[in-house]
């Protein structure tokens, strides 16, 4: 080989390993992730249980429950939206059950329909025990004047609703109010860019190894 070559040769063997051991590396956390992600969608579909009195925001995250109890007649309007019914509201309410005051996410309700009345109302509820993360820097205080939320933030609801900082968020509810659809926890929101971005490194690898035969290719040309 000549030695106007080595450099060029090396430095693209070299780059070319690193980009597809990043994407090796992106493949075993898909692997790890598609793992996680099925552990939580077995989790949320468990039979549910009573609330527990003690409850830890990470052990006991999605953990499913079956509660009875009455909802309250102040709620958070949390402002949202679905793909196939338009803007709307996440409907939050108080929820007593025997001597305990949790919150209740009781679902989507429409835009046109959020001012129709909900008295306080006796319900069945299967559902998950959530501490959504949805807030940052960025996200807007709640609207004093609409009452509405742009995010869910457990701890400020409770402190507004004068609840624990507990938060169910309905699967099924009985008696259906008609009006308000469940919007269930899923794993869906967690992000699974792994494949993408291993995809990513293949492909940089392949223009690495494009690059370093056309500068190759250039340099014999001219020693020829």
Aim: aromatic share 8%; proline share 7%.
């Amino acid at each position: 080989m000549q030695k106007q070559l080595i450099f060029p040769a090396a430095l693209g063997v070299i780059g070319a390993a690193i980009l597809l051991s990043l994407c090796v590396w992106q493949v075993q956390r898909m692997a790890w992730k598609n793992g996680i992600l099925a552990q939580i969608d077995a989790r949320i579909v468990a039979d549910p249980v009573a609330l527990p009195l003690d409850l830890d925001p990470v052990a006991d995250k999605y953990l499913p429950v079956f509660v009875k109890g009455t909802t309250g007649t102040e709620e958070i309007l949390v402002l949202t939206s679905q793909s196939k019914q338009g803007p709307g509201f996440r409907v939050i309410t108080s929820f007593d059950i025997d001597d305990r005051r949790v919150m209740l996410d009781r679902g989507f309700i429409r835009q046109t329909d959020v001012d129709a009345a909900r008295p306080a109302t006796s319900l069945v509820v299967t559902g998950n025990v959530h501490w959504p993360d949805e807030t940052d820097s960025y996200t807007p205080a709640p609207d004093p004047a609409s009452g509405m939320w742009f995010a869910r933030d457990v701890d400020k609801m409770a402190a507004a609703l004068k609840t624990e900082p507990v938060l169910i968020i309905a699967r099924s509810s009985s008696p259906d109010s008609g009006l308000i659809t469940p919007l269930p926890v899923t794993s869906s929101s967690i992000s699974n860019d792994h494949l993408e971005y291993a995809i990513t490194w293949f492909l940089m690898a392949l223009v690495w190894v494009s690059m370093t035969a056309y500068l190759i290719l250039r340099i014999r040309r001219k020693t020829v």
